[in-house]
């Protein structure tokens, strides 16, 4: 019986609505020619379909939310009809001003400023001083003002900007670059499938309060800084050179501070233009901010100190250590932790530490003469330090007329070295002693 009588209760209210519906709706277009459809059909042309919106069910009226996160100790669930039916849900914090969560929350998912919004709960309008009569799940009438604005939509969202007919369409793209920071020269602005000239005044067009444009963008790029997780949109100036551009941002953006901008993994050099690297629309371009890493460089009783930006080359290290010690750059042989450091890759790549130490070899295709001492004799191999231990062992084999390398063990310091390590990784010297031992499996 209970059940019944809510399914009634719903049902007369569904009714109420409709009513207030269509009043609003009349009094929303009083102002212009669009049929009441028009209008729907314009505001909510891209409508998203989000978590917490509510849906109606029109068999038996029955509501269902499809995101009830309420917490009945400090909230309360409310619901908002929109002019098109639509039913929002959401829900209020009792320690907090009942009516500025709503507006707040009416904003974030249907683009409407607070100022535009009329709230009514039954015949009564809401302000600050009534909205504690809300309770809880309270439906509220949700009325868009009348004023000279126009509804801006992009990438579903919309924006309502103030207008006054006699404006050309080159204000209307001011106010929406002060306003959303959409770049000025990148706006197609689109009314009834007409592209919109900048000299030309809205009336031309034949637009009017609660109109309904569509922003699309040209030579636009993406900018991410992930440091601060934050995303800038900018016009695409073919023939602007990187340093220009940086410049820019700078002016434009407080705190940048010196960066590298990157475009698929390469850095951008400022002497260069845009255009030079073929940057498509809607592109994302990476900003990084430059940072400098001390480490030395060892080399026999040689300790160089060295500071490098972490976006420049191991060949940038080489060339500095070719203008301090006079090492020719292609004689180095870099090395951090036991590998050799090539020549093209940035250093930020080999995540080289604060203060580390990397150490360097010249010329190590020069053959190193080492001793390798068995139980029952010694002999000399000729090996470099780029070459394996596995090298070596083929080189003893060869020497000594032995069938299996991998019979062998070789140990250096009492520290066994592995096939798959250079003898730079143990940091064997010329002239030094290795230890060999025999497998007696084989």
Same mark, same amino acid.
């Given at each position: 019986?209970?059940?019944?009588?809510?399914?009634?209760?719903?049902?007369?209210?569904?009714?109420?609505?409709?009513?207030?519906?269509?009043?609003?709706?009349?009094?929303?277009?009083?102002?212009?020619?669009?049929?009441?459809?028009?209008?729907?059909?314009?505001?909510?042309?891209?409508?998203?379909?989000?978590?917490?919106?509510?849906?109606?069910?029109?068999?038996?009226?029955?509501?269902?939310?499809?995101?009830?996160?309420?917490?009945?100790?400090?909230?309360?669930?409310?619901?908002?009809?929109?002019?098109?039916?639509?039913?929002?849900?959401?829900?209020?914090?009792?320690?907090?001003?009942?009516?500025?969560?709503?507006?707040?929350?009416?904003?974030?998912?249907?683009?409407?400023?607070?100022?535009?919004?009329?709230?009514?709960?039954?015949?009564?309008?809401?302000?600050?001083?009534?909205?504690?009569?809300?309770?809880?799940?309270?439906?509220?009438?949700?009325?868009?003002?009348?004023?000279?604005?126009?509804?801006?939509?992009?990438?579903?969202?919309?924006?309502?900007?103030?207008?006054?007919?006699?404006?050309?369409?080159?204000?209307?793209?001011?106010?929406?670059?002060?306003?959303?920071?959409?770049?000025?020269?990148?706006?197609?602005?689109?009314?009834?499938?007409?592209?919109?000239?900048?000299?030309?005044?809205?009336?031309?067009?034949?637009?009017?309060?609660?109109?309904?444009?569509?922003?699309?963008?040209?030579?636009?790029?993406?900018?991410?800084?992930?440091?601060?997780?934050?995303?800038?949109?900018?016009?695409?100036?073919?023939?602007?050179?990187?340093?220009?551009?940086?410049?820019?941002?700078?002016?434009?953006?407080?705190?940048?501070?010196?960066? =590298? %901008?990157? $475009?698929?993994?390469?850095? &951008? +050099? @400022?002497? !260069?233009? /845009?255009?030079?690297? *073929? #940057?498509?629309?809607?592109?994302?371009?990476?900003?990084?901010?430059?940072?400098?890493?001390?480490?030395?460089?060892?080399?026999?009783?040689?300790?160089?100190?060295?500071?490098?930006?972490?976006?420049?080359?191991?060949?940038?290290?080489?060339?500095?250590?070719?203008?301090?010690?006079?090492?020719?750059?292609?004689?180095?042989?870099?090395?951090?932790?036991?590998?050799?450091?090539?020549?093209?890759?940035?250093?930020?790549?080999?995540?080289?530490?604060?203060?580390?130490?990397?150490?360097?070899?010249?010329?190590?295709?020069?053959?190193?003469?080492?001793?390798?001492?068995?139980?029952?004799?010694?002999?000399?191999?000729?090996?470099?330090?780029?070459?394996?231990?596995?090298?070596?062992?083929?080189?003893?084999?060869?020497?000594?007329?032995?069938?299996?390398?991998?019979?062998? =063990? %070789?140990? $250096?310091?009492?520290?066994? &070295? +592995? @096939?798959? !390590?250079? /003898?730079?990784?143990? *940091? #064997?010297?010329?002239?030094?002693?290795?230890?060999?031992?025999?497998?007696?499996?084989?």
């Amino acid at each position: 019986m209970q059940l019944s009588a809510n399914y009634n209760s719903i049902n007369v209210f569904q009714m109420q609505s409709e009513q207030k519906n269509n009043l609003f709706a009349k009094e929303t277009m009083e102002d212009h020619n669009l049929t009441q459809s028009e209008n729907q059909a314009n505001l909510y042309e891209k409508e998203d379909h989000q978590k917490d919106e509510m849906t109606f069910l029109h068999q038996g009226g029955i509501f269902h939310n499809v995101n009830p996160s309420c917490d009945e100790d400090s909230s309360i669930q409310v619901f908002v009809q929109t002019p098109n039916g639509r039913i929002l849900s959401l829900g209020v914090n009792n320690n907090v001003d009942y009516l500025e969560q709503i507006t707040d929350y009416i904003q974030q998912k249907e683009g409407i400023p607070p100022k535009r919004q009329k709230l009514y709960l039954g015949p009564k309008i809401l302000d600050k001083i009534n909205s504690k009569t809300i309770k809880k799940n309270s439906t509220l009438h949700l009325k868009i003002s009348s004023s000279n604005s126009i509804i801006v939509v992009y990438n579903n969202q919309r924006h309502f900007i103030d207008i006054n007919l006699n404006e050309c369409v080159r204000d209307i793209k001011f106010k929406l670059l002060q306003e959303y920071e959409y770049p000025f020269h990148s706006q197609l602005l689109i009314f009834k499938n007409r592209l919109l000239k900048d000299d030309f005044k809205l009336h031309d067009y034949k637009i009017q309060k609660h109109s309904v444009i569509l922003l699309k963008l040209k030579n636009f790029i993406y900018i991410n800084q992930a440091s601060k997780n934050r995303r800038f949109m900018r016009n695409l100036e073919a023939k602007m050179t990187i340093k220009e551009f940086k410049k820019k941002l700078q002016s434009k953006y407080t705190g940048l501070g010196d960066f =590298h %901008l990157l $475009y698929r993994d390469q850095i &951008l +050099k @400022d002497e !260069k233009e /845009l255009q030079f690297y *073929n #940057i498509a629309d809607f592109s994302n371009l990476e900003l990084v901010e430059k940072q400098y890493i001390k480490f030395s460089i060892n080399i026999n009783n040689i300790k160089l100190e060295m500071e490098k930006e972490q976006y420049e080359t191991i060949i940038d290290i080489k060339k500095e250590i070719q203008s301090q010690l006079e090492y020719p750059v292609f004689k180095q042989h870099l090395f951090y932790k036991g590998i050799e450091l090539e020549n093209d890759v940035r250093i930020i790549k080999y995540k080289i530490e604060e203060d580390s130490k990397l150490f360097l070899f010249n010329n190590l295709k020069q053959p190193y003469e080492i001793v390798i001492v068995d139980d029952f004799d010694d002999f000399v191999v000729n090996i470099t330090l780029n070459d394996k231990i596995y090298a070596l062992k083929n080189k003893i084999c060869e020497s000594q007329s032995l069938l299996f390398p991998n019979a062998i =063990h %070789l140990f $250096y310091h009492g520290r066994l &070295l +592995k @096939d798959n !390590k250079d /003898l730079a990784y143990y *940091n #064997i010297q010329n002239y030094d002693f290795i230890s060999m031992e025999y497998d007696e499996d084989f």
